[in-house]
C-alpha cells in the first residue's frame, strides 16, 4: 500500500498563502491608518477615540495568525 503525502499546490496551502497576504495587505493598511491617525489627532484621548472608531485598536497580526484555525489533514 503507498502513503500518500500531501501536495503542497493543493487547494489548502494555496488557501494559507492567500489568507496570510491578505493579513499582511492588511497590516500595511493598518500602519498608514496609524500613521495618519497620528498625524491629524490632537492629543492622545483624541488619538485613541480615532483608532477605536477606526477599529485600529484590535489585535496585532501574529496574534491573529496565531489564533487561526489550521488545516485538518
Known amino acids: 500500500m503507498t502513503t500518500r ?12 498563502d492567500a489568507r496570510a497576504a491578505r493579513l499582511r495587505d ?6 498608514q491608518a496609524t500613521r495618519a491617525v497620528d498625524s491629524h489627532a490632537t492629543d492622545q484621548e483624541d488619538r485613541a477615540m480615532l483608532m477605536a472608531m477606526l477599529g485600529l485598536d ?3 497580526v501574529g ?4 489564533g487561526a484555525p489550521r488545516p485538518i489533514n
Open 63 to 66: 496574534d491573529r495568525l496565531a
Open 58 to 60: 484590535a489585535q496585532p
Open 5 to 16: 503525502h500531501p501536495n503542497p499546490d493543493t487547494g489548502t496551502q494555496r488557501l494559507a
Open 26 to 31: 492588511e497590516d500595511v493598511q493598518r500602519d
